[in-house]
């Protein structure tokens, strides 16, 4: 008798909780500081955050999930699995893949296996749908589902733009990009994430020009060149989100083929206000 293999994220990957639970599909949320306490991510009014993220001078922190929070999910999961496979948001970005780590080895280590997707938002999201199909499906042994889930990244493109990269610097998620602090008056900074980490491209000169190079480079085809997923996100600034849409639609993409909305507030806030991105992903 074939295994029955569960599925663990985290709330990064965009998938709304409701949608989560119906597909059976278990989820670990990060946490946000706010007036001194942690508060659960998910528990958080996404579009309310934003609102006060544009109000506010300060810079939130965030906090990844306690092994404690992993291991309630992973029991529950392993009531109804014989094998997990748990991804989430990558290590470079968060504590949350080591945490997820820890807490295996202290449950059952041998049933759950904890898989870096290197993935974050609709890249992560897309990622556990894709997954989900597979598992379903009853076609793929537990490697062939872990080798799908390592290599999944080849076929993403994930590009954006932040408002203000002090964000990213204050929160310590900058990595590379580092190098484009400084001068930015009315100079763009065209980002990628690629391999987990946050990589500077180029610093262009005005709003317009940056949007059209995110929607050219997430274009850009990847394995046999067939577009299968596009999600356009913002930080709740329907400006700089409704202008990548339109220049994606231009394209010819049909509006109903295309994610619209707000990232989750974890990726956001560490953006910061006024920044959007393109994540496509190809066959």
């Known amino acids: 008798m074939s295994k029955k293999i569960g599925l663990v994220t985290d709330n990064t990957c965009d998938i709304d909780l409701k949608t989560l639970k119906e597909m059976d599909i278990g989820c670990v949320s990060l946490y946000v500081k706010q007036q001194n306490k942690?508060?659960?991510?998910?528990?958080?009014?996404?579009?309310?955050?934003?609102?006060?993220?544009?109000?506010?001078?300060?810079?939130?922190?965030?906090?990844?999930?306690?092994?404690?929070?992993?291991?309630?999910?992973y029991k529950e999961m392993l009531k109804k699995y014989d094998e997990l496979i748990s991804v989430h948001t990558?290590?470079?970005?968060?504590?949350?893949?080591?945490?997820?780590?820890l807490a295996?080895?202290?449950?059952?280590?041998?049933?759950?296996?904890?898989?870096?997707?290197?993935e974050t938002t609709w890249g992560l999201g897309f990622l556990v749908l894709e997954l989900k199909k597979?598992?379903?499906?009853?076609?793929?042994?537990?490697?062939?589902l872990i080798n799908f889930t390592e290599h999944f990244h080849e076929k993403v493109n994930v590009y954006f733009t932040?408002?203000?990269?002090?964000?990213?610097?204050?929160?310590?998620?900058?990595g590379k990009a580092s190098a484009f602090l400084g001068s930015m008056l009315n100079v763009k900074p065209l980002l990628q994430l690629a391999e987990g980490e946050i990589i500077p491209v180029k610093r262009i000169r005005g709003y317009n020009k940056v949007i059209k190079e995110i929607t050219t480079a997430a274009m850009q085809e990847k394995g046999n060149g067939d577009l299968k997923n596009i999600a356009v996100v913002h930080t709740g600034s329907l400006k700089v989100g409704g202008d990548l849409l339109d220049e994606v639609v231009k394209l010819?993409?049909?509006?109903?083929?295309?994610?619209?909305?707000?990232?989750?507030?974890?990726?956001?806030?560490?953006?910061?206000?006024e920044s959007g991105g393109i994540i496509t992903t190809w066959e």
């Open 38 to 73: 942690f508060v659960r991510a998910v528990d958080i009014d996404v579009e309310d955050f934003y609102d006060s993220l544009k109000q506010s001078n300060y810079i939130p922190a965030t906090s990844q999930p306690s092994t404690q929070d992993f291991e309630n999910v």
């Open 90 to 101: 990558p290590a470079k970005l968060s504590g949350t893949y080591n945490a997820a780590l």
């Open 104 to 118: 295996a080895k202290s449950v059952n280590e041998e049933r759950i296996h904890v898989v870096e997707g290197y």
């Open 134 to 144: 597979l598992i379903d499906s009853g076609n793929y042994e537990l490697d062939e």
């Open 162 to 174: 932040v408002g203000d990269l002090n964000y990213l610097y204050k929160g310590g998620r900058i």
């Open 252 to 273: 010819g993409i049909p509006r109903e083929k295309i994610i619209f909305e707000p990232m989750d507030i974890i990726i956001g806030m560490h953006l910061g206000p």
